[in-house]
Every structure is written in structure tokens, then in C-alpha cells.
């Protein structure tokens, strides 16, 4: 439960930066959106990782 909590709040942080980058590059649409998909792109082995984790540790 911790774990999926821990791994909650990490998506939360990710949907912050995420945001960010939205607000403070929202002049160019290029860069905004190569930014969220590197942002995808660098956050879904994580999860995957850290779910597997939580998984093997059970």
C-alpha cells in the first residue's frame, strides 16, 4: 500500500514538472510538446520498474 502511495505521489510530481513545462514553454507548441513526450518517455520505465518492484517484493 505504501509503495503504491509512494509511486502515486511520484506521478503527482510528474504531472507538476509537467505542468510547468506547459505554463513556461507554451509560446512554442514544438518544444511543449516534444517536452511532455521525453516527459512520458522518461517517467513510464520508472513506473514500470517500480510496480514490478512492488510486485516481486509481495
Given at each position: ?28 507548441g514544438y ?6 513526450f ?9 513506473y ?8 516481486v517484493?509481495?
Open positions: 500500500m505504501s509503495k503504491r502511495y509512494v509511486a502515486f505521489i511520484i506521478c503527482i510530481f510528474a504531472v507538476i514538472i509537467g505542468t510547468l513545462l506547459f505554463t513556461t514553454l507554451v509560446m512554442d518544444y511543449m510538446l516534444s517536452s511532455l521525453l516527459l512520458a518517455v522518461i517517467m513510464l520505465p520508472f514500470i520498474r517500480f510496480e514490478r518492484k512492488a510486485f517484493s509481495r
